[in-house]
């Protein structure tokens, strides 16, 4: 059974002062249910979607749906969504009860059910007993769920989440995304989050619409995205990647090779419409390559190299590996071992062969 989707925007654009394109030309099918992330730069048009689908803005061209209806001017107040922020804008001389209860007081709802939800949505973000606080007598990861209970309360369609753990240090935010993530499966309600930190996008979305210049370019699971980018700024705001730039010199059907510097035949995933002669950049992400040392028979495929750094981070290893005059690549090799007492390490100036499976080696035009 397909699913349907709560917002649809078609081609959607946001102009600001008649020369500022912040939004251009965006259709995204949102489904019930899901958490939905949109990931990009600084700048690159994520608020002004958010602000659009909230009806803080209206686009200068294009449509937005919720629930399959057209909202055209519909206000704020009137669209079945709520809005969390970064600055959580709690009242400071309300309590955390008071502060969860706003929105239901304001549409005159009874005293009884009101307290009876306040409780529901304190236990929801699991701030049970902290109702009679105030917003300065808590932690910022407990005003972020104050202020989650409050978006909450109102039982909105689709929640939309502007950074919301931006202020929030590390450790917290960590622990605060996998409480989200639970959170949004616990009540089923559509979140749409904006954030730039592609990690957190990663761990929470159940797709990513990856953004850059007001469009977006490329819309998938965490794994499609990150396994599979479909352009070079994918491949590079998401996780890491090399790019080897090169020669299409043999097709031969999911493999394609492409020589790197007129010398270096490197093997990569094939897709359609690629042609022999095309000039092209491999995509391969420094986890996905096997590093060994010369010594080792050099099976089908094998990339020779040089080692020009090493270093340690503790979990992993990088190596820095010259290819050719004009071409290095990172290699990313986990310790699996204690690298104190490995006697198998690859030193600095040594020959080595770089291996990969053809079809982890994205090719891009
Ligand atoms: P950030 O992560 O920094 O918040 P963003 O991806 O959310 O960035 P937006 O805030 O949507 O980006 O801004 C997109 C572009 O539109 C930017 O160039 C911004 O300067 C511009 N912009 C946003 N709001 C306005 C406005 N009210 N008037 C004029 N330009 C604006």
Redesign the pocket.
């Known amino acids: 059974m397909s699913r349907t989707a709560d917002v649809e925007l078609r081609n959607v654009s946001k102009v600001?002062?008649n020369s500022?394109v912040?939004?251009d030309n965006v259709s995204l099918e949102i489904e019930q249910g899901e958490f939905f992330s949109l990931l990009?730069?600084?700048?690159?048009?994520?608020?002004?979607?958010l602000?659009m689908i909230a009806g803080f803005e209206m686009p200068t061209s294009g449509e937005i749906s919720i629930e399959g209806r057209p909202m055209g001017e519909t206000p704020p107040f009137r669209r079945n969504v709520n809005t969390v922020f970064q600055n959580y804008a709690l009242f400071p001389h309300m309590t955390v009860a008071e502060n969860v209860a706003f929105g239901l007081r304001m549409k005159r709802i009874p005293r009884d059910e009101i307290a009876r939800r306040v409780r529901e949505a304190l236990q929801l973000v699991r701030l049970g007993g902290f109702e009679d606080r105030y917003p300065r007598q808590l932690s910022g990861g407990q005003q972020q769920r104050v202020a989650l209970a409050r978006a909450l309360i109102n039982r909105p369609r689709v929640l939309l989440l502007d950074?919301p753990l931006g202020a929030l240090d590390l450790k917290l935010r960590k622990e605060m995304q996998l409480e989200l993530k639970h959170l949004q499966m616990t009540v089923g309600i559509t979140f749409i989050y904006?954030t730039?930190d592609q990690e957190e996008a990663l761990t929470m979305s159940d797709r990513i619409a990856v953004?850059n210049a007001?469009r977006v370019l490329q819309v998938g699971t965490p794994l499609e995205i990150y396994e599979r980018p479909s352009s070079r700024f994918v491949a590079d705001f998401i996780g890491e990647s090399n790019f080897l730039d090169g020669r299409v010199v043999d097709l031969n059907g999911q493999r394609a090779t492409v020589v790197v510097d007129d010398r270096v035949p490197v093997p990569a995933r094939a897709q359609d419409g690629l042609a022999i002669g095309e000039q092209v950049t491999v995509a391969i992400r420094p986890e996905k390559i096997r590093l060994r040392s010369l010594g080792t028979e050099g099976a089908d495929g094998c990339v020779r190299g040089r080692v020009e750094e090493i270093v340690y981070i503790g979990t992993d290893t990088y190596y820095l590996v010259r290819l050719t005059d004009r071409c290095t690549v990172r290699v990313r090799v986990q310790n699996s071992q204690n690298r104190l007492d490995s006697s198998e390490t690859i030193g600095h100036g040594e020959e080595v062969l770089l291996s990969w499976l053809p079809e982890t080696a994205m090719v891009l035009k």
């Not at 990009?40 to 002004?48: D, E, V, W, Y």
């Open positions: 600001f002062d500022v912040a939004v990009g730069p600084s700048g690159c048009g994520k608020t002004t979607t602000r950074e904006v730039h953004m007001g």
